[in-house]
């Protein structure tokens, strides 16, 4: 198994500003993901983080928006950047440690509340 | 495009009885798929995943489902339902001809009876 840290595991900011999440693994993990969530509701991909080049971003999120950063096997931030309030959200971070196979395994979520 | 339905928001059952969390899945080549369960303020746990071989897979907590290619089905069972089992409960599909990017469904949660 992986065991995945998020930080923080909750904020709440206002309309225009920026948060950074950290998601930490402790052991190195070849894919790393980035969800967003509504809570009791299903899980959808932002983007795919890539060692040592950009994020892979799916329809509807850019980069801009929501810069991703991977300098490590073990370590990935996830911005949300101008912030409204339809951002708020709990934002996950997923890994897979040899890609293909694998299950995936989850931090506990950054709950986001923009005001 | 690959795409998983969870036709049910919902399933009631009681203490003690079978249940049922029903998953259907649309891909182009051969899926990998995959149960995960989220219980109340905690994050999302793997259950159990079919990759090739026997039909019937078996996973944590006495869970099992079952790979049924014609019906494009996996159907996630359990003999005997714990009121602890009420979560709420993802079937996850993966194609790997398309990349290993995971499509989650919409969610089904179980309410469990004492």
Known sequence: SAVISQKPSRDICQRGTSL??????????????????QP??????????????EATYESGFVIDKFPISRPNLTFSTLTVSNMSPEDS??????????????????????????L | AQSVAQPEDQVNVAEGNPLTVKCTYSVSGNPYLFWYVQYPNRGLQFL???????????????????????????????????????ALYFCAVRDITGGFKTIFGAGTRLFVKA
Request: charged letters at 15%; proline letters at 2%; one cysteine or more.
């Open chain 1, 20 to 37: 950074t999440i950290q998601c930490q693994v402790d052991s190195q993990v070849t894919m790393m993901f980035w969800y967003r969530q």
């Open chain 1, 89 to 114: 959200s709990i934002y996950l971070c997923s890994v897979e440690r040899a890609g293909g196979m694998d299950e995936q395994f989850f931090g506990p979520g950054t709950r986001l509340t923009v």
């Open chain 1, 40 to 53: 009791g509701q299903s899980l959808t991909l932002i983007a795919t983080a890539n060692q040592g080049s």
């Open chain 2, 48 to 86: 159990l995943k079919y990759i090739t071989g026997d039909n019937l897979v078996k996973g944590s907590y006495g869970f099992e489902a079952e790979f049924n290619k014609s019906q494009t089905s996996f159907h996630l069972k359990k003999p005997s339902a714990l009121v602890s089992d009420s």
